[in-house]
Structure formats: structure tokens, C-alpha cells
């Protein structure tokens, strides 16, 4: 590989883009290549650069807006790897709300800097659940309108789309998935993959490796409709320092998440989109991560601690349309149940609670 290659790999909040990306990133070390991170959010405080840190590979985090909106940050952010690690592979996940990626991130970047790197197709990786439903195959809540329109949009522009977790179907269903999205979006190449059970990954890594993106007319996008739907969206990053007698932090930290999922549980109009948490013991270099994707989903440990602890970094990041207020809140009380329960104190680090500015690119190259 002469060229750094740079790939973007995108996907709705909660499609497993951090971990594809970290399975990703081990396979082309695997290969005697050097890999750069580089992680992205409409704020700071994210669980996925703790996780995408923890793994060794160099890693930059864009906070502050999607990498359309933040292209120099996004060059800037690339050029601290090249300074770190001089990179053979660029891996850069964005925010999972964003759409329009090609024309506002890969069309500027190989019209300023195809000198400079290699632009892999653009893959969007998909959950197959919400997938289904958001195609009509299966019941089930699902987004409103106006964002599903920025999750069909995503679909729409993407080279690879990339049905992830397919342990999660049966073979009918993924087949019928797969051929439904084939049919749906024909410009687009689909395949199917897990990468928590790293199935299906050769095929799709190949691809990132070797192929061009299509260099497709630019897609029509109704950016008010876009905004609108972003909007929608509640945003909640929290981290706090958390200390106290000697504690399971694998347990206080799935606990915590499935209080906050019972809390919204309640109510009938929010659609939990990805809630996230990690605790980091301020020794050594363990890590708990859990999740829960979907309002009807359960809270999964990614990565346990080995031991007990008494003082760490507690994060935990929401997303889901709804009253981000109402998301902070649930969070809030959610970790005085737990402090209480495991006699721990909190310091808050950060806080923030919020809904996405309307998107304002900084390019938007019309092809």
C-alpha cells in the first residue's frame, strides 16, 4: 500500500461502528500496516474514543460537530496521526446522525488531498433489527419520519452497505434483508457481517483495501428535512470521577444502564437510538464498556474488568429522540441509585445535554 488509504466508516447511532472499526483496524495491523484512529461527535466526552484508546492504535477525537461540518479539524486530526504514527490506514467513524458524507467529506478530500491519500468506498453499516423495521419487514418501533429520512439517506449514498450483527436473524430474514436492500438501493454493494463474531469481515476488509468509491452524482439532500431531523435528537455525554470502597465495577456499570433504560422505558415517545457507558479504573489499563441499542434491546457488556476497583472514570453517552433534558435527567437519577446502592461518590467531569445544530458543511462538492 504506497498510497495511506482513508476510509470512512459510517452507520446510524448504534449500528456497531466502533467495533467493526477496531476489528478493522487489527486486521490491516494484522498486514504489518500502521492505522490511525480518528473518532467524531457533536460533543466531548465519548465512550468510543476511551474504547478506540485503550486498544493501542494512535487515535484522534473531533468533538464539536460531523466531519462535514469540521473538515479542517477532520485534515488536522489526520495530520497529528501522520506526526504520531505515520499511518499506512486512516479509519475515521462519523457521527451516526450525519448523511451527505461523500459529497461534503469524500469529494473535498480527494478533489485537496488525492495526492495525499487513497479514499476507500464509503461503507454504512446497519443494525439488522432496526433495519428491517425501518424497511417495513418486520413490527416493531421506529424512528419518526424526518429521521428515518437521514437513516434512508445514509443507505442511499453509501458504496457498502454492510448488514452488521448477523447473528441476530435467521437465515430466511437475512436473506430477505439483504435482497430487500439490494433491491431498495441498487448502486450499492450489500453484504452481511458480525463483527463482535468477526464473520463475514475478509470480504468487506478486501473491499475497503482495494476498491474505489463510485464517484456518483452527487445525492440530492432536502437539508431543512435534514436539520429537522437531527434536531429531533436528544445528546447526552456525562463522565464523572467516581470513588469508594472496593466495587464490582463490571455490575455497577450495567446496572446503571439498565436503570436509565427502565426510566425512559416509560415513556412511550422516545426511541432509544444508543446508550453507552465505560468505567476506566485510575490504575492500569483495564476497561468495562456496555451497551444497549433500541428501546427493546438489552444492556450488553462489551469488555468486563478483570478486578474489583475503588476509584475510576465513569462515562456514559445517550442518544435517542427525545427531550434531552428528560435524558440527562434519567441518567442523573440512574447514578444516585447506583452510588447509593454500591456507597460510591461522583464528581462530575463533564456534562452536557443538548440537541444537533442544523448541519452547515464546509464543502459541498456537487458531482
Request: charged residues 20%; hydrophobic residues 40%.
Amino acid at each position: 500500500m504506497l498510497t495511506p488509504r482513508y476510509i470512512m466508516i459510517g452507520g446510524f447511532l448504534g449500528a456497531g461502528k466502533t467495533t467493526s472499526m477496531l476489528k478493522a483496524a487489527e486486521h490491516f495491523s494484522n498486514k504489518g500496516l500502521k492505522v490511525g484512529l480518528i473518532s467524531n461527535d457533536q460533543s466531548q466526552g465519548l465512550v468510543d474514543t476511551s474504547v478506540l484508546s485503550s486498544s493501542g492504535f494512535a487515535t484522534e477525537e473531533i468533538a464539536g460537530g460531523c466531519f462535514c461540518c469540521r473538515f479542517a479539524s477532520l485534515v488536522q486530526a489526520s495530520e497529528n496521526l501522520d506526526r504520531q504514527a505515520r499511518p499506512d490506514v486512516y479509519l475515521a467513524e462519523p457521527v451516526g446522525s450525519c448523511t451527505d458524507l461523500v459529497s461534503t467529506v469524500v469529494y473535498p478530500l480527494e478533489q485537496m488531498y488525492g495526492d495525499r491519500y487513497s479514499i476507500a468506498p464509503l461503507s454504512v453499516l446497519v443494525d439488522p433489527i432496526r433495519a428491517q423495521r425501518f424497511l417495513g419487514l418486520l413490527a416493531g418501533k421506529t424512528f419518526s419520519p424526518k429521521v428515518n429520512y437521514i437513516y434512508g439517506k445514509q443507505l442511499e449514498e453509501a458504496d457498502l452497505i454492510v448488514v452488521n450483527k448477523k447473528e441476530l436473524l435467521d437465515e430466511q430474514s437475512l436473506d430477505r434483508l439483504l435482497k430487500t436492500l439490494s433491491e431498495r438501493y441498487p448502486k450499492s454493494e450489500v453484504l452481511a457481517a458480525s463483527a463482535r463474531n468477526s464473520e463475514g469481515l475478509t470480504e468487506w476488509f478486501s473491499l475497503l483495501e482495494t476498491s474505489q468509491n463510485k464517484n456518483r452524482p452527487t445525492m440530492d439532500v432536502d437539508y431543512e428535512v435534514y436539520a429537522q431531523g437531527e434536531a429531533l435528537l436528544g445528546w447526552v455525554n456525562m463522565s464523572w470521577t467516581i470513588s469508594g470502597p472496593e466495587f464490582d465495577g463490571n455490575r455497577m456499570l450495567v446496572e446503571l444502564l439498565e436503570s436509565i433504560h427502565d426510566r425512559l422505558g416509560g415513556h412511550p415517545q422516545i426511541s432509544i437510538a444508543h446508550l453507552k457507558g465505560t468505567i476506566v479504573p485510575d490504575q492500569g489499563n483495564d476497561l468495562a464498556v456496555a451497551n444497549l441499542v433500541r428501546e427493546d434491546g438489552q444492556v450488553e457488556q462489551a469488555y468486563a474488568l478483570v478486578e474489583g476497583l475503588s476509584q475510576g472514570e465513569l462515562t456514559v453517552n445517550l442518544r435517542a429522540e427525545a427531550d434531552p433534558q428528560v435524558l440527562s435527567k434519567a441518567v442523573e437519577e440512574s447514578l444516585q441509585k447506583s452510588c447509593q446502592e454500591f456507597r460510591l461518590s461522583a464528581t462530575e467531569i463533564h456534562s452536557s445535554a443538548f440537541r444537533p445544530l442544523p448541519p452547515t458543511p464546509t464543502h459541498r462538492l456537487l458531482r
